[in-house]
């Protein structure tokens, strides 16, 4: 906002001296006005914005604590039957795939799913997610219920699968069943 401000002031402390310049070559008044203030007050910001560029917006996260004092953290609590986890792409992070019901999977992916895999009881019959209602960011699993067991695992996903956009992102909820989300992410590879 303040870079805004001062490329208005400047123009407008320019607009003389370009208008006393220009009636050195235009004689017709009206237009002498008019390419001053075009001058003025379209092509001197034009140029003073390209040399003084807006920083890039940042996204601000909140800390755990941050969400949790403004009430953005929200508890999602699945009964989890079947886990599938699909090969690390090109350091994404962990991807897996968590059968929620007989027609939806959610899908967790990223690398702040680690330490979790390193839990003796992860993944569990009944997980809790403590998500963030604004981002829909996971900041935290707590696994519940009893360790599910085995985990299928399958090759990772192919350029054209992610091309394809078949592959789930994190915290996202297919309303499809697991061995569907399964065969589609595969038949790319």
């Known amino acids: 906002m303040l ?11 320019l607009l003389i001296p370009v208008a006393g310049f220009s009636s050195n070559i235009i004689g017709n008044e009206v237009l002498l006005v008019v390419i001053s203030f075009f001058i003025g007050y379209v092509i001197v910001p034009i140029i003073l914005l390209r040399l003084w560029p807006a920083k890039p917006a940042t996204l601000t996260l909140d800390t755990l604590q941050q969400a949790i004092e403004k009430g953005h953290i929200t508890t999602i609590e699945y009964a989890i039957s079947e886990v599938v986890e699909i090969e690390e792409y090109e350091d994404e992070g962990l991807h897996y795939l968590l059968s ?17 895999s390193e839990l003796p009881n992860f993944p569990a019959t009944i997980m809790r997610l403590f998500v963030h209602t604004e981002n829909n960011l996971c900041y935290g699993i707590e696994c519940v219920g009893s360790n599910l067991g085995s985990v299928r695992k399958v090759t990772p996903a192919s350029n054209a699968a992610v091309d394809a956009e078949v592959v789930p992102s994190d915290m996202e909820v297919i309303e499809k069943p697991i061995s569907d989300v399964v065969s589609e992410i595969q038949k790319y590879a």
């Not at 870079?3 to 402390?13: D, K, W």
């Open 100 to 116: 929620i019901s007989s027609e939806k999977t959610l899908s967790l992916r990223g690398h702040y799913l680690y330490p979790y």
């Open 3 to 13: 870079r805004l401000i001062i490329v208005a002031i400047v123009s407008t402390f």
